[in-house]
């Protein structure tokens, strides 16, 4: 068979740990054997990223500014024990902020369903995509503990010389006092993201916030949503047949938890962080979880949810065998793929990439699977645990057959 062609390079940021390893085999077996691949290759391992002063990751997510579309292998953000273990200079950010940072945008994470693993809302049949704002909130926050009796004050000084003045609360004991903010420039980007991702996946878009109790804050995040909506998303809504819905966050996530799924749910950063997990964790596991992030310029980073998952990586160089889920990382690799193929109009990139998810899915339904998923099977399903490279190898069998 003749491999199968790309125009333009992926931007490819490589990582750390059992997820590198599983980077290597995923490659090698699942893409380079039918895929003329052309990446642009960038080392986000930690190593690397402490040798050039993390200058590979701000290229990295330059280069996609650029390409388009990124594919990336889960990181190490390091704490204080990863200064010892890798001997670092500095302890660096979390590449996936820093990547945030320069692109914008929202984070999507939808899980991956199969037959034998049902969720634990017995009425979710199809899949909710979380999107959630990445910017802002009270993950840039300033806070102070109050220590005795006193008047807290929320002020503002415009450039213009505007004046704002506003008593928080005077203090007859000792307290919490915190700041946050966001910006429109960001919840535009975030409203736009949030409206082409439901266009391009053809699914309803919901969107929540505490708007009745923060009638500036919250209120702002719903006024700009409908707002761009009204103006310029509502006639194309229509066309595709798909709806966009405000509401309360605490209706929202009775409405949610009554409904039968398929549709994309737009959480504030905070909501967003707390409801993936919930959600996640209600449809099975981290491992069956797609994730893009979506800039506002349209570009797009394919990972993980996951991360480097450190325990299993130890008992690999201990020679131990591990049963680590590779499917959110063969999900990041088909789902740039598809986008690229789509991006550059080449028909056979898209349809490799349906055929590798589908042959995927073909591997768990007919029982092959890797340990952490073995224990959420249904009575009545078969089910065998196989180590990470048997596992890719049967994904492999399959897609040899389909192609
Ligand atoms: P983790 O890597 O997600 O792993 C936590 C546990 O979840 C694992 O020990 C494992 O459970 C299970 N697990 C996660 N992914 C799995 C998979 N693909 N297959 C099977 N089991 C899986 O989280 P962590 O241990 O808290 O973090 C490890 C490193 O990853 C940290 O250095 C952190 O900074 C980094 N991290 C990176 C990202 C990212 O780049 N997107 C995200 C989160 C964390 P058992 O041990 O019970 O089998
Ligand atoms: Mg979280």
Known sequence: MEKIKMTTPLVEMDGDEMTRILWKMIKDELILPFVDLKTEYYDLGLPERDKTNDQVTIDSANATKKYGVAVKCATITPNAQRMTEYNLHEMWKSPNGTIRAILDGTVFRAPIMIDAIKPV???????ITIARHAYGDVYKNTEFRIPGPG??????KGADGT???QTIYDFECAGVLQGQYNKDTSIRSFAHSCFKYALSTKQDLWFATKDTISKKYDHTFKDIFQEIYDNEYKTQFEEAGITYFYTLIDDAVARVIRSKGGYIWACKNYDGDVMSDMVSTAFGSLAMMTSVLVSPEGNYEYEAAHGTVTRHYYKYLAG???????MATIYAWS???RK???????????????KLEVSCIQTLNDGIMTKDLVGLVEPGFKAVAVNSSDF?????????KAL
């Open 121 to 127: 809302v017995k009425n979710w049949v199809a899949p």
């Open 151 to 156: 008047s807290a004050k929320l002020c503002f």
């Open 163 to 165: 004046e704002m003045e």
């Open 320 to 326: 131990e065998e591990t049963s680590t889920n590779p």
């Open 335 to 337: 789902g740039a793929l």
């Open 340 to 354: 690229r193929g789509e991006m550059d109009k080449l028909n056979d990139l898209v349809s490799f990439a349906d």
């Open 392 to 400: 890719i190898r049967a994904i492999r069998e399959r897609l040899e």
